[in-house]
């Protein structure tokens, strides 16, 4: 919007491609972590703009600026659909702003976390202070892959929530049918499956693919949309998914209200609109 | 998302920095036109990503690929709550997206379309095709400055739209509580304003000022998001601006049903979900 002036500084820039041709780029303070851990090259740059990412594989994660629609939107959607929602298994989040969002309900009693790349997590609690505090002390960590745990767990849960990178790299075996399968049978018959699944602008095929697989597996899939500006096209699709025909209300209006006024994105008009989805976007899902 | 390989040819790039310190970035086939106008600094690009791209003072303006959800939301979401509608003005719009979006209504009997730089009109018809055709032939364009028109005009109108640039450079003037008053004034007692107004996310100072202009002049000023992926932070904002109380619904259900699969974006889900709100716009709006 304005004119800038270099005033004779080295510049550094950081430039995600979004598909071979276009892409975003911040301005770059310094490179405050780079690990290359057993799964993934780990990066934490500090930016002008977003304040602190976290980058996986080249990748933007998350940036301190508009972490909160992503984990806001994965979380608060599928409580409020089902409050009475008590076991919550939550796959990857590492870098724990997933975690953060369901400890906020206190009528959550049991809440596990299961993140393959411990690094990612010790990294967050390390540069992301706001995103690892937690507000109730129900939640268990566990540094393990997320495939293994839901295929071994003898427990049955009432939300997951696939909290995992993109569907290359270690976050691959994420987005199988057979592992959306094992998913349902670990999930009580009232349960819901929410993951976040890409740009529907960008990447219309894989989208397409995913929900595809899910539909497959549950009876109900419901894709919903969020703004996230740092993510490719600004766009962001979630799934919701069900076993059965319900509703997708807001089931019990005060449930959120103690800290509606701490959410930056999530509200009831929200939740309801996240499910309007643009023709394009219906057309390509055939609904 | 996936590798690429540089095969040694020369690279082009286009970028926009949206803040001093972020930017999106296109990479481009040529540049197909360039023109210092009366106005504005005219370049027409062809990009791999998007399609071409127009640019003003080295902003984009529209993509043939993303330039549906513009011009459909500051169009469909007006008239699908007024279907009374008749007379119609579009202040600004050279590229004729908003025309042809107005122009599907066989109902709406007068479109006039005052646009100051004749360049951009000729321009776009010469290299956005899919962009000026039109519907109907109850239009007429007029080359001249929208501020004087609105002034002198003897005309009352259902609708004006004004369809601008940023308020830096040409369109400053259009963004002024004086010329949302003679707005006012020319719109008759149904009447709606609607305007485009930046992204909430980056330019919070800007889009408030404008709100709070418009609300000194309208009783009922409702902002509504779009998802424009080339847009900066890919979250745009619309005003609405009625004279009184009116609800936002869509009143006639059966309006838009003959053209509803050659849209891409605006169905009546979208017409309501665009209006709510994350908390954060909320906020930054006192609602």
Chains 1, 2 share one sequence.
């Not at 009475?84 to 809440?111: A, F, M, W």
Request: hydrophobic content about 35%; charged content about 25%; aromatic content about 14%.
């Amino acid at each position: 919007m304005k004119e800038f002036n270099n005033s004779g500084q080295t510049q550094l820039w950081f430039t995600e491609y979004h598909t071979p041709n276009s892409g975003i780029t911040f301005k770059v303070k310094e490179t405050l972590y780079r690990k290359k851990t057993k799964y993934q090259d780990l990066v934490i740059i500090d930016t002008y703009e977003f304040g602190k990412v976290m980058l996986l594989d080249g990748l933007v994660m998350l940036t301190d600026r508009d972490e909160f629609v992503y984990h806001e939107m994965i979380t608060h959607v599928p409580i409020n659909i089902n409050p009475k929602i008590e076991n919550v298994l939550i796959i990857g989040g590492g870098d724990c702003g997933t975690l953060r969002e369901v400890s906020r309900y206190k009528h959550i009693k049991n809440i596990k976390m299961v993140e393959i790349d411990k690094d990612v997590i010790t990294s967050s609690k390390k540069f992301f202070p706001n995103l690892t505090k937690t507000f109730s002390k129900n939640y268990k960590i566990i540094v393990g892959d997320g495939i293994d745990f839901v295929f071994k767990t003898k427990e049955i849960f009432d939300l997951i929530i696939i909290d995992s990178s993109d569907p290359i790299g270690p976050g691959e075996g994420l987005f199988t049918e057979k592992f959306y399968r094992k998913c349902y049978e670990i999930l009580n018959e009232n349960g819901i499956l929410t993951l976040q699944a890409e740009s529907p602008y960008f990447y219309k095929d894989s989208v397409k693919t995913i929900y595809n697989r899910l539909k497959k597996v549950f009876l109900n899939v419901k894709p919903y949309l969020a703004f996230i500006p740092t993510y490719p096209s600004g766009m962001w699709n979630f799934f919701l998914c069900l076993k059965e025909e319900t509703s997708l209300d807001v089931k019990n209006k005060n449930l959120i209200k103690s800290f509606q006024n701490v959410l930056k994105y999530y509200n009831h008009q929200i939740h309801t609109g996240s499910f309007s989805l643009p023709n394009f976007v219906k057309k390509m899902y055939g609904i």
